[in-house]
């Protein structure tokens, strides 16, 4: 089969084997979605060689553990636990310390024509979400996951530091909480996606007067630049959620942080249920993320217009 991978410094598709998993469920891949995390994997990011991608639907072809699975249209989490310590024993594989995670550590990717993840992963999707939109799962649940973190409600007010993306997500999940929610970005063309869903945006170059006034600011620009301009939101005692994978050192102000008294969380993944109902209720607008379709055949071009100032989501079918 074709498979997009990152292995010896040099991204290329490749010709390999159809994967075989003991126990695990295989799946046709019929879409697949590059995310910047695919982008720092080529950087460096996690040290991953292998078939990178993580965000995809596709069709249960094999399911040795789960027949009722067979032929349906599926997403999945992307985190594979052991199933055997407390962690995964509680529910939570995504901390499983023995753990692999599709197309980013020790388990091939999405952009592929197949993947296998185990059966309990994969969820199947509503005949009401296509698949340009149930490619969003992934990402979606991360955002949504936010919620999972840090308490938002109507009465807390959120800023959403950069409009890629993860940004747009972040600010239209958290507005479904009822909370102002706040969308700063530097591109105004990205920024009216999000004025057109009603959430209120602001240029970088125009926060002077709004320093120091909200609660919760999510840092989801990626950029160094994003986490200091996040702390200068930030109200005393207000939470910091950091949400971009961020390659490379960093520069935090710790004594603002402590002085401030400042909260800062991590938010990573999220369940897929609340993401394929927030999809099926035409909740969040995700079409208007995408900016190009190519072939899988063309990965390597569409992995480098992924990484081009003003592209938002590349998708690649099948």
């Given at each position: ?177 009822g909370a102002p929610a706040l969308l700063v970005g530097k591109h105004p063309e990205k920024l009216r996606i999000a004025a057109a ?30 986490f200091a301009l996040a702390l200068d939101l930030l109200k005393p005692r207000g939470v910091l959620v950091l949400k971009s994978t ?73």
């Amino acid at each position: 089969m074709k498979a997009l991978r990152y292995e010896n410094s040099k991204l290329a598709l490749a010709e390999i084997p159809q994967p075989r998993a003991a126990g695990e469920a295989l799946v046709r891949v019929t879409l697949s979605g590059i995310c910047n995390t695919d982008v720092e994997i080529v950087r460096g990011y996690a040290g991953f060689q292998g078939t990178i991608g993580h965000e995809f639907v596709g069709v249960v072809e094999d399911a040795p553990s789960s027949e009722s699975l067979l032929g349906q249209r599926v997403v999945g989490e992307i985190n594979a636990g052991c199933g055997r310590c407390a962690l995964c024993l509680a529910g939570d594989s995504r901390h499983c310390p023995e753990r692999t995670v599709l197309g980013i550590v020790g388990r091939d990717g999405a952009h592929a024509e197949f993947l296998t993840l185990p059966a309990i992963n994969l969820l199947p999707v509503p005949e009401e979400v296509s698949d340009r939109a149930a490619v969003f799962a992934e990402p979606l649940a991360a955002a949504w996951g936010i919620t999972e973190r840090v308490r938002v409600t109507k009465e807390i007010s959120v800023v959403v530091i950069g409009d890629g993306k993860l940004g747009l997500l972040c600010a239209q999940a958290l507005a479904l909480t009822g909370a102002p929610a706040l969308l700063v970005g530097k591109h105004p063309e990205k920024l009216r996606i999000a004025a057109a869903r009603g959430i209120e945006t602001e240029t970088v170059d125009s926060l002077k007067a709004r320093e120091r006034t909200f609660d919760v600011a999510v840092e989801a620009s990626g950029a160094e630049s994003g986490f200091a301009l996040a702390l200068d939101l930030l109200k005393p005692r207000g939470v910091l959620v950091l949400k971009s994978t961020f390659h490379g050192a960093t520069n935090i102000n710790a004594a603002r942080i402590v002085v401030d008294e400042i909260s800062v969380v991590g938010s990573r993944c999220g369940r897929f249920a609340p993401a394929l109902e927030l999809l099926k209720e035409n909740a969040v607008d995700v079409e208007s993320l995408i900016s190009e379709e190519y072939s899988l055949a063309d990965g390597v071009h569409a992995m480098s217009r992924a990484t081009m100032s003003g592209v938002l989501k590349v998708l690649l079918r099948r």
